[in-house]
């Protein structure tokens, strides 16, 4: 077939979408076309190809047998079409070099500032844009487009998004050295911690995510203290005796080597979950991202 006689990729998509609607008027409407333009195209359609595609009655738009054929092969042709202006949209991105990063707040906080750091190095002229949120809310700003990468520290990634883990992390039960588990010889059992009102993250958080599949494993709930959206604030009532703290290892490793704060044991209590690069698999990566990626690791 020579290029004049090529179908147009966006008459093909109005051929299959009124095989899937059977109706040319619901189609035109949809796209905001008049019907007889529309049935001016599709007429042209078939000249161009040489042969009839549908059968037009009273009832609807039916395809011929030729039709069904030509609409099977212009599904995958058409996929293909939206994959390769997605990728062209990525490399337009890339060219840009700006990449827009949602972080939840540990990793913001004691990660993504050498991740950003050795960026830098080996690509000076990707500019970085980060939304700090808490991992839930990470992957709704990546599920909507809103940001095409994502690091969240929760267990649970939805199906429908891409993944890779970059790394793992503990959370650790620290108090106060005032505090009458800093003396404890042994490990404090898991129901003793359950009844204890404790200082944690809000709900949607990838830290309290952790916390609460632990107890619940053991059919457990957690006791709230103090919760708030802040790991400084937290450490801050913990050091102040307030209460026993559940955060990252690397949010608290400090305060316990400068002896502000203890690390408790709990008996039986796994806390240990990984941090996860998430992104929409449909949306080719920017060279940006994947230069991220790359530098994280995993």
Do not use: C
Not at 42 to 68: F, I, V, W
Not at 92 to 101: G, H, I, K, R, T
Not at 239 to 244: H, I, M, S, Y
């Amino acid at each position: 077939m020579s290029g004049s006689a090529r179908p147009s990729l966006d008459d093909l998509d109005l051929l299959v979408a009124v095989a899937e609607k059977g109706s040319i008027g619901a189609v035109a409407q949809e796209r905001r076309l008049s019907q007889p333009q529309l049935s001016r195209r599709l007429s042209a359609l078939e000249r161009r190809l040489g042969t009839r595609l549908l059968e037009r009655s009273t009832r609807g738009s039916e395809l011929t047998a030729t039709g069904q054929v030509v609409v099977d092969w212009a599904v995958p042709l058409l996929a293909a079409a939206d994959e390769f202006s997605r990728s062209v949209q990525a490399l337009n991105e890339a060219a840009a070099s700006d990449l827009s990063v949602a972080v939840s707040m540990t990793i913001a906080e004691y990660l993504a500032p050498s991740w950003l750091g050795r960026l830098h190095v080996s690509n000076p002229h990707v500019h970085v844009s980060i939304r700090v949120e808490n991992s839930r809310r990470v992957i709704e700003l990546v599920e909507a487009g809103d940001y095409e990468l994502g690091f969240v520290e929760t267990p649970a990634v939805p199906a429908e998004l891409a993944h890779r883990r970059v790394g793992r992390d503990r959370l650790m039960i620290a108090v106060a050295p005032t505090h009458e588990w800093a003396t404890r010889s042994g490990p404090v059992p898991v129901t003793e911690l359950a009844e204890t009102e404790l200082l944690v993250r809000e709900s949607g958080s990838g830290t309290r995510f952790t916390l609460d599949r632990a107890l619940q494993r053991h059919g457990l709930s957690l006791r709230e203290g103090m919760v708030v959206a802040s790991n400084t604030a937290l450490r801050a009532a913990a050091t102040a005796g307030v209460g026993p703290i559940v955060l990252s290892s690397l949010a608290l490793t400090e305060d316990v080597a400068a002896g502000r704060l203890r690390d408790v044991e709990v008996a039986g209590l796994d806390l240990q979950r990984p941090f996860t690069a998430v992104w929409r698999p449909e949306r080719a990566l920017s060279d940006p991202a994947r230069a991220l990626l790359d530098v994280v690791g995993g």
